[in-house]
């Protein structure tokens, strides 16, 4: 891997220009100050934040008009939120549970974990499910989409990335990092890959190479 950024440098003024604001979100959280904090499913400010309250996991469409919610049985439910009203029935993968939600940057897919550690990708418009994708070993966990909606990436606890083109479901390789996986983000042009580890590392990962660009160290306050 690249060497980390000197130290007496601006991990954030290096970071802004290379990568743009959704990689800057999901940097300041891991450098919040004070007590220590579960992360949250989806750090990217470049997709929907889904947010848990006990059993319930939800995420909001990038045009704000649908809700994704996870019901008690494990079935997602999409409501219109100017209506208020559910327009079809329960998404659902036979045998599976959904346990993460994100949404496409354009707004066309909804990708979910599943705990059998398959990831289900749905049709928003139609709720037919398109794809299951087999995660390799390790890499099912946070899931994000590229901003022009082209990859679909998942991060785990074992450090392992999974990388697939969204439109086919073909994938498009791993990349493989030291630790768990706490929070992931496209840069604005999807060319790169930016991945928030235990360790307090920011890697930003090159896409077209597989290799890891640079390192950013010393983060602080990383969530466990």
Not at 65 to 86: C, F, K, N, W
Not at 144 to 152: E, I
Not at 182 to 197: E, I, K, P
């Amino acid at each position: 891997m690249s060497k980390g950024i000197s130290k007496g440098a601006s991990p954030l003024r290096w970071l802004a220009p290379a990568l743009g604001m959704g990689l800057l979100a999901l940097i300041s959280y891991t450098q919040a100050t004070g007590p220590r904090r579960p992360a949250p499913d989806a750090l990217a400010a470049n997709q929907p934040a889904a947010a848990r309250d006990g059993q319930t996991l939800a995420a909001v469409s990038p045009d704000g008009r649908q809700l994704a919610s996870v019901a008690a049985d494990g079935r997602i439910e999409l409501r219109d939120l100017a209506e208020g009203y559910m327009p079809g029935a329960p998404l659902e993968q036979p045998g599976a549970s959904a346990t993460g939600l994100a949404y496409s940057l354009d707004g066309k897919w909804l990708a979910a974990l599943l705990d059998t550690g398959q990831i289900g990708l749905f049709d928003t418009a139609t709720g037919l499910a398109l794809k299951v994708l087999d995660a390799p070993e390790g890499a099912a966990g946070l899931l994000a989409f590229s901003p022009d909606s082209r990859w679909l990436a998942s991060g785990g606890q074992a450090g392992r990335i999974a990388l697939w083109e969204a439109a086919s479901g073909e994938p498009r390789g791993t990349l493989d990092g030291s630790s768990a996986v706490l929070g992931l983000a496209f840069s604005g042009d999807s060319a790169r890959l930016v991945s928030v580890n235990a360790e307090g590392q920011a890697v930003v990962w090159d896409l077209a190479t597989s290799a890891a660009a640079a390192v950013l160290d010393g983060l602080a306050a990383v969530p466990q």
